[in-house]
């Protein structure tokens, strides 16, 4: 089956931190751009963090650079978000998408509050 299944999502204190994973399947993960997404509440969805297939370039949003960190690991058909320092305007659904393939993962819900 032609998936991504995103985990790692939750409640975190601001200045926390969180990891999300982004499994795929039914794919040649390895060939594909990865990318992160979020959408808060009454807002459009945005692109937060991308990595291209090998992972040797990656790209962030001005609102998340320096704090978030994207990787691959190409063996276990995975992508991840290491997000630290978290801000109460990190809130969102967290997404990740095959890039060229137009392949959204279900989401997982990121709630930074004290």
């Known amino acids: 089956q032609v998936q991504l299944v995103e985990s790692g999502g939750g409640l975190v204190q601001p200045g926390g931190s969180l990891r999300l994973s982004c499994a795929a399947s039914?794919?040649?993960?390895?060939?594909?751009?990865m990318s992160w997404y979020r959408q808060a509440p009454g807002k459009e969805r945005e692109l937060v963090a991308r990595?291209?297939?090998?992972?040797?370039?990656?790209n962030y949003s001005d609102s998340v650079k320096g704090r978030f960190t994207i990787s691959r690991d190409n063996v276990k058909k995975t992508v991840y978000l290491q997000m630290n320092s978290l801000k109460p305007e990190d809130t969102a659904v967290y997404y990740c998408?095959?890039?060229?393939?137009?392949?959204w993962g279900q989401g997982t819900q990121v709630t930074v509050s004290a």
């Open positions: 998408k095959a890039e060229g393939r137009g392949l």
């Open positions: 039914g794919f040649t993960f390895s060939m594909y751009v």
């Open positions: 990595i291209t297939t090998a992972g040797g370039i990656t």
